[in-house]
């Protein structure tokens, strides 16, 4: 008994241990969150961005500039005769703006809405990704229950090939009873063999997008609670929230804040410069020579050829430009949560209706298979029958599939499909960690993260 208990131990610790290692979609879209190369690469350009602040912020420091001398002079005189001195020297130029036309605040107001910019655009890649990597989920899962549904067909067609022949031998069957079995059996197994092709590129794909390999996958449920209460619910939401649309809307500010820095070309300059030097054997051996200065320099631009206007002139239609492709954002948007919940709710009634269908079919072939034994049916109905199965089985599968990604596809259509609406198990990734580091750093050439 004690030896029996231990066996049942060891055996229920192994398949829970097995479970534990089963892939969920969560565990999956969790793994391409963290490891997705084209995620972790705008994660990179985002954090460029944030190094704009810094160089706009660069407008209001001071420039310092060292600089050296060291030559040779040789001086010939028809009095003194000839003289070689070595003249050498050092300095120190530090440079101050004072006022600029208020181009560098609006350069640093464009850097900050650029970064927000880029933040959007990063929300929008990890939609896409993380529903990349729903699909291939329910991809594999798809193609693997189609190579089994397949090798269940071909076992049944495998049956009735046997059947048929046994029936042919008593004398109860006809060779095209056995012909149309035996062509049936081939046309499944030709058919699986493209099924476990399929199965083939779909587990590449989940690869691809979620950096491991699949390991028992089962059907997940769709991100319902995620789901708007009504279709003008969800169109509002994507409106405020879908990241193309407030990508759209910084690309505004940042071209407007463009052009007001423009306009600080028409404006006046003022600026500080401090200057100290020491020279040695400038006017002779061994001579010394201090100097120190400190002055005020203002620029009034007079005329600048048209160059200046031209490109104010540019900047105004590129903020046209950005307004309009807000509003070509939003029909985009809007598009898109139309089509994800008429998807959706297709799917959806596709899955009721076709699980009723499937069960029909099953009770018709049973039916068919008891008249042909009793010889009220042929064989031919039997195949018939067995394929109008096989039909329904598949096409559960891809209503199961596409009521799935319809769903994971009206998440994001409204901007909510990421890692926190997720809650997936993941250390999420905050963009502002980064731009804290780096917002107002003087100097140094090390990215904060040691690079």
């Known amino acids: 008994m004690r030896c029996g208990g231990l066996v049942l131990g060891i055996a229920l610790a192994v398949s829970a241990s097995q479970s534990a290692q089963a892939d969920s979609i969560r565990k999956a879209m969790a793994s391409a969150y963290g490891h997705n190369a084209t995620l972790n690469a705008q994660r990179a350009a985002t954090r460029a961005a944030d190094e704009r602040i810094t160089q706009a912020k660069a407008g209001f420091r001071p420039t310092v500039t060292g600089d050296a001398s060291w030559g040779f002079a040789r001086t010939t005189s028809n009095i003194s005769g000839n003289a070689s001195t070595n003249p050498y020297g050092y300095g120190i130029t530090v440079n101050q703006n ?258 009723e269908t499937l069960k029909a079919s099953k009770l018709a072939l049973s039916g068919v298979i008891e008249e042909r034994n009793v010889g009220q049916r042929t064989q031919l109905e039997v195949l018939d029958s067995q394929s109008t199965v096989l039909d329904a089985q598949v096409a559960l599968v891809g209503a199961r599939k596409a009521s799935i990604t319809a769903g994971y596809a009206l998440v994001a259509s409204i901007g909510r499909l990421n890692s926190r609406q997720l809650n997936l198990p993941v250390r999420h990734y905050s963009p502002s960690q980064h731009f804290n580091a780096v917002k107002d750093l003087w100097f140094g050439l090390r990215t904060p993260s040691g690079r």
């Open 98 to 355: 004072l006022f600029d036309g208020f181009r560098t605040i609006n350069n640093v107001a464009a850097a900050q809405s650029n970064v927000m910019a880029s933040r959007e655009q990063l929300r929008r890649i990890e939609q896409q990704i993380l529903q990349s990597a729903a699909s291939a989920y329910v991809d594999v899962l798809e193609a693997t229950e189609i190579v089994s549904i397949r090798r269940q067909n071909i076992s049944f067609l495998d049956e009735q090939l046997r059947s048929s022949q046994a029936r042919l031998d008593v004398g109860e069957g006809t060779r095209t009873d056995v012909a149309q079995s035996r062509a049936r059996l081939g046309t499944a197994q030709a058919t699986l063999a493209g099924a476990r092709a399929g199965l083939s590129a779909a587990r590449a794909t989940y690869f691809q997008i979620i950096g491991r390999k699949p390991n028992k996958l089962h059907w997940p449920k769709g991100p319902s609670r995620l789901y708007a209460s009504s279709l003008q619910a969800a169109i509002a939401i994507g409106m405020n929230e879908h990241p193309a649309v407030l990508f759209t809307r910084h690309a505004v500010d940042v071209a407007l804040y463009n052009v007001k820095a423009l306009e600080g070309a028409y404006l006046p300059t003022l600026s500080l410069r401090g200057n100290a030097n020491r020279g040695y054997n400038q006017t002779g051996q061994g001579s010394r020579t201090s100097s120190a200065s400190a002055t005020v320099n203002l620029s009034v631009p007079l005329y600048q050829g048209g160059a200046a206007s031209s490109r104010v002139r540019e900047g105004r239609e590129v903020v046209t430009q950005n307004r309009l492709q807000v509003n070509e954002a939003r029909d985009e948007v809007q598009a898109a949560v139309i089509s994800a919940w008429s998807s959706l709710k297709a799917a959806e009634a596709n899955v009721i209706a076709i699980r």
